[in-house]
C-alpha cells in the first residue's frame, strides 16, 4: 500500500505533465493560427485600402451598377422590412457607404472575410475535420479575386456570412441537444430568422445542417426533413406572407438571383461567388464522406498499413516527420504558403486596365487632372480613358499642345460614335464643362435610372437644375442629397443658398456655366456637334473649351480648311503663344495648299518649320512609301499632328 | 440531490425570475414616464397675439375643395417657431386639436374622417398657432409666446371621390428604365400597394392601363419584356389572361365588350436648349380594337388613315362614339425628325360605332387645331357624358413634355344643342405641363398630372368638378409626411380613379407575363403602311419608353 501510493502519484504527474505538454502545444498552435490569421488580414486588409482602393468602388466608374444608395431615416428604413432579405440589403447598403473612405471600406471587407474564414474554421472543428482547417482561408482569397476585378457583390457576401453565422449557432445549440425535436426546433427558428434576414441565403444553411445531420450525426429523417424545409419556408414566408414573386422567394441575395445574372455588367466573375457559397457544402459532404470511408478502411486494414509504414523509412519520411515535429517549421511552411496562395490569387485575377478605367474615372469627376494623366499612362488606348485625357488636357491648358501625345480618334472627344450610344456615365461632365447642359442633364438623368440615384449623379443633376433655373427640380435633387451620409453638407449649402440667393449670383460656378450655357434649341437625337460648338461660341465667344474642343475636332477629322479659318478666334482669349499642334496643323495647310502662311498674328516657329521639313525628307527618303517609314517617323515625330496628320486612320479607332 | 437543494434551487429560480419580472416592470414603467415626460403636451392656448395673414403652410389647402373621404391632408408649417398648435373644425362635430414641437403636422385618421363626413358640403377651418421663443408683450405686460395667424379654410364636397387612385411610377429618365410599377392607392388613407411591378418580369416595361368605367373589375395593363415579349394583360374580376400583342393607349367601350387601342411607333428625342429634354414623336401611329368576346383586333380605314396619325382614344360615355386625336402626316421620310416638328399639331375627331353590328361611321372633327392653334391631345370624357376634358400644347402628341400644356373642357351636353364644341381653358393650370387626366365614376372628380412646382417631376392632383363645370382649386396626392415631395425622384404619371381595388395579386400578375399563354392575335395591319397577319415590330425600350 505504501509502496503504491508513490506508484500511483508517480503515474498521475507523468500524464499530468503529458497533459499539460498537451495543453501548452495546443495553445502555441492556437497561437500559432491566430498569429498567422492576423498576419494574413493585416497584409489583405493593406492590400484593399492601398493597392484596389475601394472607394474607386464606391464611385463605379458606370461599370458598377448595382452599388446600393443609403438614406438617412425611417422611410428609407421601413420598406426594407417588408420583404425577406429587406434587412441584409439594408445593412449591406450602409456598410457598402463607407467604401467612400477606402481604409473605412477596406475594414468592412476585412472584417467580413475574417468572419467567413472564423465561421468556416468553426464549422469544420465541428465536423471533426481539423485537416483541412486551412480551407478557412479560401474564402477570403475568393473575395480578393472579386475585389481585385472590381466587382461588387458585398450584399451577396454578407447574405452569406449570415448564414454562416447561424448556421455555427445551430451546430452550437444543437450539440448538447439530442433529441431530435428539440433540433428541429432550434432549425426551424432559426430558418425563418434568417429566411426574413437574409432570403434566399438560408437555402445554403439549410443545406449545410442536412449535410451536417446526414453524414456526421447519421440523421437521414432530420436532414431530409432541413432539405424540404428548404423547399417549403421560402414559399410560405416569401410567397404566402410577404407576397414577393416566386422566384425572389428563393433567389433574393443568392449569386443567380436574376437581379445578378440578368444585367452582363453585374455577373462578371459571378463563377467566384459560385465558389464562396458551394465550398462549404461541397468541402463538409466530400470531406465527410471520405472520413467515413477511411474509418472503415483504417479499421479493417490498420494493421497491414503499420506494417508496411514501419518498412518505409526514407529521406522524405524523415523530412516529414521532421516538419510535423517542429512546430516554428510548419508554421513557417504553411504562412508562406497562405502568402504565395494569396498572391497568386492576386497575381492572376488582377486587371490593371480596369483598375485604370477606375481610377481614370474617378479622378475625372473629381477633377484630379494631374492624377489622372498620370494614370492614364497604363491604359491609354482605352477610348473612355483617352476621352478623359482630352479632357483632362484641357483642364490643364494642354490640350493644343500634348494632345498627340496620346492615342487620338475622332469619337474620343465626345465618345460620339454610334457604338457609345448607350454611354451616359462617361459623358455628362464634358458637356456640362462645355455649357451643352440639356445633354449632360439626359445623360445624367440616364444614369441616375440604370445606376441609381447615386450621390454623384445628384449632385451634378443639382447643379445643372440651378444653372437652368429649375430650382423647384435642384431643391428636390438637394432635398435626396441632404439625406446621404457624406454629401449632405453639400446639399444643405446649397438649399441654404437658395433661400437666400435664389439667382445663385455669389456662386461663381453656377455663373460661369450660365454663362456658357447653350441657348440655340434643336429638336434631335444625335447631336450635330461642329454646329454645336459654333454655336456655344456664338452664344459666348470667351467659351474656351468650346474653342479648343472644336479646333481639336478639326484637327481630328483632318479637317484643315475649318481649322486655319477659326484661328481668328485665337485673339478671343489670352493665349501667349500658338498652341503648338495649332501651329503644325497650320503648316500642314500651307504645305499642302500653298497658301501664304498666316498665324493669325503669332510668330511662326523655325524650329516647326524645320520639323516638318524633316517629316517630309524623311518620307521622301522612303519613296513616300508611308508603312516603310512609319518605324522611323514615329521615333522622331510621334508626338507631332504631323504624324497623327499622315498615319492616322479616321474611320475605325486607332 | 437532496430536497434541500432542490428546494433552494426553486427558490433561486423563483427569485431570479420574480427580479426579472420586477426589472421588466421597472423597464416598461421608465419606458412610458420617459414617453410622457417627451411627449408633445397639449396646452390651452388663452393668450396670443393675432398676425393679420395666414400662416405659410406646405401643402397650401386653402381655398381647395376636398373630398369627404381623402386621407388626412398632413401639412408643415413654414414659419419658425419652438411649438405650434393646429385647431381643425367645422361646424358639426368635435375639432380636431394637434400640439407638435415639429412644424409638420400629424392629423388623425379617424378624427378627421369623423369630421370630413359630418361636414360634407360645408367649410372646413383650420386655426394655427405658432410658439416663439421670444413672444411679444401684452397690455397687462404679460409675455405672450403665441401667435395666431388668420383661419385658413377649404371646402368640403358633399361627394365622395373614388376609393382607388391607380398610377404609374417611374424615374425621370428618358430611354432606360430599372424600377417601375403600376401601384394603387387608397384615397382615404396612405396605404399603397404594388398591382405589378417590373421585379415580377426582369425589370421589362409596364404602362399604359386602362379600367372600364372606373372599376378594376376589367382592366388592360400593358407589357414590354425583352425576354417575355410584348404584351397586354386583360383582367376580368379574377380572371388574368396575356394578349399576344402590346396595346398602345387604350380605352374601353362603356359595355366592356370592345377596348380600342392607338399603335404608336414613338421616336424619343431630345432638345438641346430648351427647358424641358425630353421629347417625343409619333413617327408613325393607328388606331386599333380588340373585341373581347371574338378575341381579335381589327381596324377601319377610318381610324388608320395612311396620311394621318392617330391616337389617344377615348369613348362618349354613351359609346356611340370614339373619339381620338389625328394629325396629318405632313413629312414624307418617316425615319428622321421633320423640319417643321413643331408645326405637328393634333386635331380632335370621333368615328361612330355601332357595337351590335360591329360598324364604324365616317370621321368628323370636333375640334381642329387649326382654329385652336395647338396641339389637341388626351380627350376624356366625364362617364356622365357632360364634359369633354382635354390638353392643348404647343405642338406634338405628347404633352407632359410640354410645358405649354394645359387643360381644357367642353361642355357636350352644350354642344349637342348649338353644334358648337365651344372650349374653355381651366383656371386650375399652372405654367407648367399639365397631363395624363381622368374622371372619377360620379363625374365630380378629376384626377390630374401637373409638373407645378419643379418642372420635371410630375405629381398628382386632386380637383372638384362642380354641377356648372368649375374646376376647383386642386389638391396634391396628400401623403403621410408633408414632405415627401421634397425628396422624390418618382414622377407619378396616369393617374386613373376606380372605385374598388384590383383583386389581382401581383405575383399573379407576374406569373401571367413570364408564363407562355397568351390569346394569339393577328394584327390587321401594322402602321400606316400596311403589312397584313404581322405583329408590330419589336421596338427598343428606348424607342418606346415615356414617362
Known sequence: MSNSLPKSSGRMSVSQSRSQDIIKQHSSRHLGRLLQSFLFFILFYLYLWLYVDLRLMYHGAGIITNFPVFYKGWTFFLPFLSYPGGPLEYLSAFLSQLFYYSWAGAIVVTVQAWLLSVCIDYLLKAANLLRIRWICFILPFLLLVLYTRYTYYFATTMALLIALIITCLYIKMTLSRTTTLSCLSTFLSLSVILYYLAGGAFLLFAVVCAIYELIFRFRWKTSLFYLLSAAAIPYVVGLLIFRISIIDAFCNSLPFSWKILYYEVRKRQVTFVYLLYVLLPLTLFVFGLLQILWKRLHFVKGRTKKKHRKKLSNLLLKIFSRYRHSPKLKWTVESLLLLAIAGSAVFYSRDENLRTRFKVDYYSYHKMWPELLTSAQHNAEDPFIAHAVNRALYHVGRLGYNMFSWPQHPDYLFLSDNKYKWTYWQIFDVFLDIGVINIAENALAECLEGIGDRPMVLQRLALINMVKGSLGTAKIYLGVLSKTLFHAEWAKHYLELLQTDPGLSTDKYIQHLRSLYLDKDCLTHTLLMEKTLLELLERNSQNRMAFEYLMARYMLNKHLGKFVQNLERLHDFDYRELPTHYEEAALIYVYGTRKPFNLSGYPPSPQKRQQIEDFSRLLSSYGRNKQAASKELSKKFRNTYFYYYKFASIGSNK | ?547
Request: aromatic fraction near 12%.
Open chain 2, 1 to 547: 440531490m437532496t430536497r434541500m437543494h432542490i428546494r433552494m434551487k426553486t427558490k433561486l429560480h423563483k427569485t431570479g425570475k420574480a427580479k426579472f419580472i420586477y426589472a421588466i416592470i421597472v423597464c416598461t414603467l421608465i419606458a412610458v414616464s420617459l414617453f410622457y415626460a417627451c411627449r408633445d403636451r397639449k396646452a390651452l392656448i388663452t393668450q396670443y397675439s393675432s398676425i393679420d395673414r395666414p400662416a405659410k403652410v406646405q401643402p397650401n389647402y386653402a381655398g381647395s375643395v376636398i373630398p369627404p373621404n381623402i386621407a388626412p391632408l398632413n401639412f408643415v408649417i413654414q414659419q419658425e417657431g419652438t411649438g405650434y398648435f393646429v385647431r381643425i373644425y367645422s361646424e358639426k362635430g368635435n375639432p380636431i386639436e394637434i400640439f407638435s414641437r415639429k412644424p409638420a403636422i400629424l392629423i388623425p385618421k379617424h378624427p378627421w374622417h369623423e369630421l370630413l363626413d359630418l361636414n360634407r358640403g360645408r367649410q372646413l377651418n383650420l386655426d394655427v398657432y405658432v410658439e416663439f421663443a421670444a413672444g411679444a408683450s401684452s397690455s397687462k405686460g404679460e409675455n405672450i409666446r403665441w401667435s395666431r395667424f388668420q383661419t385658413l379654410t377649404a371646402q368640403i364636397a358633399p361627394e365622395d371621390i373614388d376609393t382607388f387612385l391607380v398610377y404609374r411610377k417611374i424615374r425621370p429618365g428618358h430611354g432606360t428604365w430599372r424600377d417601375m410599377g403600376i401601384y394603387q392607392r387608397n384615397l382615404s388613407s396612405f396605404s399603397e400597394s404594388v398591382i405589378l411591378d417590373n421585379g415580377y418580369f426582369k425589370h421589362g416595361c409596364v404602362n399604359c392601363h386602362a379600367f372600364c368605367r372606373n372599376s378594376a373589375e376589367k382592366m388592360l395593363l400593358g407589357i414590354r419584356s425583352a425576354v417575355y415579349g410584348s404584351s397586354a394583360l386583360l383582367l376580368e374580376g379574377d380572371k388574368v389572361q396575356k394578349i399576344g400583342t402590346k396595346f398602345g393607349y387604350t380605352s374601353w367601350h362603356p359595355s366592356g365588350r370592345v377596348a380600342a387601342f392607338s399603335v404608336n411607333k414613338v421616336r424619343q428625342l431630345f432638345h438641346s436648349a430648351a427647358s424641358e429634354v425630353r421629347d417625343v414623336m409619333d413617327f408613325d401611329s393607328l388606331m386599333s380594337y380588340y373585341l373581347v368576346d371574338s378575341k381579335t383586333v381589327k381596324t377601319s380605314p377610318n381610324l388608320a388613315k395612311k396620311d394621318r396619325l392617330e391616337t389617344y382614344p377615348t369613348w362618349s360615355a354613351d359609346g356611340r362614339y370614339l373619339y381620338f386625336c389625328s394629325a396629318p402626316v405632313t413629312w414624307s421620310d418617316k425615319t428622321v425628325v421633320p423640319e417643321s416638328y413643331d408645326q405637328i399639331k393634333y386635331d380632335l375627331v370621333r368615328v361612330s360605332y355601332d357595337l351590335d353590328r360591329d360598324q364604324w361611321g365616317q370621321m368628323e372633327s370636333v375640334l381642329s387645331a387649326e382654329d385652336t392653334g395647338l396641339s389637341i391631345l388626351l380627350p376624356r370624357i366625364s362617364p356622365d357624358g357632360r364634359w369633354l376634358l382635354f390638353s392643348m400644347c404647343d405642338y406634338g402628341c405628347f404633352p407632359v413634355y410640354r410645358q405649354s400644356s394645359d387643360l381644357y373642357m367642353i361642355d357636350l351636353e352644350a354642344a349637342k344643342k348649338t353644334g358648337d364644341f365651344a372650349y374653355e381653358r381651366l383656371d386650375i393650370n399652372s405654367s407648367e405641363s399639365e397631363s395624363w387626366h381622368s374622371f372619377s365614376s360620379n363625374s365630380r372628380w378629376i384626377v390630374f398630372s401637373s409638373k407645378r412646382g419643379s418642372g420635371v417631376f410630375t405629381r398628382t392632383y386632386i380637383a372638384y368638378v362642380d354641377k356648372n363645370g368649375k374646376v376647383h382649386k386642386p389638391i396634391r396626392l396628400p401623403q403621410k409626411d408633408p414632405a415627401y415631395y421634397d425628396s422624390c425622384l418618382y414622377t407619378y404619371s396616369v393617374p386613373e380613379l376606380i372605385t374598388g381595388p384590383v383583386r389581382a395579386t401581383k405575383e399573379q400578375l407576374g406569373r401571367v407575363v413570364r408564363s407562355s399563354e397568351n390569346i394569339s392575335v393577328k394584327m390587321p395591319i401594322t402602321m400606316a403602311t400596311p403589312k397584313p397577319g404581322q405583329p408590330p415590330e419589336y421596338q427598343q425600350p428606348w424607342q418606346t419608353e415615356r414617362e
